[in-house]
């Protein structure tokens, strides 16, 4: 009987998605991206909870909540009660929001967490800890990791299925791939087996001008035999911007616009992916 319950747990486990959103490379479009695919994936039904991984608390704010130190339980509070070996309450933590995702908050104070791992005995796995109490309850989990590859980035990457790098057509962004491309293989093969990139997002796209096009081809070519570059690309917007700092989501921000249809058919674009690998998972299962 013990044994029943345990296969029905891990098959719903194995049923939410945990996708980190990272680029070490700030101003990529990452928190936007999180926010319009977290609700894109709530349009289509899925539960989502979005966990803001990053002290500046941008995708916490990106939803509406501005005060972050007011916010009475943090991603920080949890995180450090893993650290302590006390009793984790996750579900009292996270916010309900306007725009049919849930939400595990961040301010400033996850910046002290970044240097308590680095000593934790268990420093690899304690975002894993603080998401596994509560993924059953969700079909996606998405992470927005802060733009650098420190302990809270592995952290992420640890916890994670999959991971959605958001990259902006920049000569820049090219040398900080093949980084974050390392990085990610070096948790597969010391931390976390199963980890896998779903694919390349190009942010920020301006089409007509010849760098965007001279870049975007030289990923593909780099890496596109190896690794999706999604086929959806997310046009430049200043409505992006300005969705974000109102606290909303593109979608309830400018609905009609080029970038809510993006971010849409982005959406689809995961839930497909996530649907495969659910009826592999179930397939491998049943083997």
Do not use: W
Request: proline content about 3%; aromatic content about 4%; hydrophobic content about 40%.
């Amino acid at each position: 009987k013990a044994a029943k319950s345990m296969r029905k747990e891990d098959a719903a486990m194995s049923n939410c998605k945990v996708i980190a959103l990272t680029n070490q490379k700030g101003g990529v479009g990452k928190t936007t991206t999180a926010v319009n695919l977290g609700v894109s994936l709530a349009q289509q039904g899925k539960k989502v909870l979005l966990v803001d991984a990053d002290a500046q608390a941008n995708l916490t704010m990106a939803l509406g909540y501005t005060k972050t130190d007011n916010l009475p339980i943090t991603l920080s509070d949890l995180m450090q009660n893993v650290i302590d070996g006390k009793s984790v309450d996750v579900p009292n933590g996270i916010l309900r929001t306007d725009e049919g995702v849930d939400l595990l908050p961040s301010c400033v104070e996850l910046a002290g967490i970044e240097t308590t791992l680095i000593d934790a005995k268990n420093r690899d796995s304690v975002l894993k800890t603080c998401i596994s109490e509560v993924k059953k309850n969700y079909d996606y989990v998405l992470i927005d990791c802060m733009p650098a590859l420190g302990m809270l980035t592995i952290n992420a990457l640890a916890a994670a299925d999959s991971v959605v790098i958001p990259n902006q057509p920049h000569y820049f962004s090219i040398k900080g791939l093949e980084q974050l491309i390392r990085s990610v293989s070096r948790v597969k093969r010391q931390i976390n087996p199963n980890l896998r990139i779903d694919g390349i997002l190009m942010t920020m796209v301006m089409p007509r001008t010849r760098i965007t096009q001279t870049v975007i081809s030289t990923v593909k070519n780099a890496y596109g035999r190896n690794i999706r570059i999604f086929d959806t690309q997310i046009p430049f917007s200043i409505r992006a911007v300005e969705a974000t700092a109102e606290g909303k989501s593109i979608f309830s921000y400018d609905k009609s616009g080029k970038v809510a249809a993006a971010y849409e058919q982005f959406g689809k674009e995961v839930a497909d992916i996530g649907e495969k690998q659910r009826n592999k998972n179930r397939a491998d299962r049943l083997r």
